[in-house]
């Protein structure tokens, strides 16, 4: 069994910084892509940052220069820089990852629960 647990989410003033952790636990045999998503209230969950295993970055358009995704892989944890935070940016962050298990070396793709961001004054 394989799980992601996320932690780190809360309420920040605009302008402000929080660090979102997401590590990976179980049956893991390799982590390829791990990535961040997010879901505001009415509105349909959007891909925020990608990492491959390699170190390759991606992110949207609206968090670049704001947001760095990293990953540590001896700890198998991504986490999710965020600075200059604004309430648009206000969602539950969610953490996704491409994760072969050592059961049946498959590659599946695993989610986080979730933890809500709440920029606000």
């Known amino acids: 069994q394989v799980q992601l647990v996320e932690s780190g989410g809360g309420l920040v003033q605009p302008g402000g910084s929080l660090r979102l952790s997401c590590a990976a636990s179980?049956?893991?045999?390799?982590?390829?892509?791990m990535g961040w998503y997010r879901q505001a209230p009415g509105k349909e969950r959007e891909l925020v940052a990608t990492?491959?295993?390699?170190?390759?970055?991606n992110y949207l358009d609206s968090v670049k220069g704001r947001f760095t995704i990293s990953r540590d892989n001896a700890k198998n944890t991504v986490y999710l820089q965020m600075h200059s935070l604004k309430p648009e940016d206000t969602a539950v962050y969610y953490c996704?990852?491409?994760?072969?298990?050592?059961?049946?070396?498959?590659?599946?793709?695993?989610w986080g629960q979730g933890t809500q961001v709440t920029v606000s004054s």
């Open positions: 996704n990852a491409n994760i072969r298990d050592r059961t049946w070396l498959r590659f599946a793709v695993y």
């Open positions: 990492i491959t295993s390699g170190g390759s970055t």
């Open positions: 179980g049956s893991i045999f390799s982590i390829n892509a």
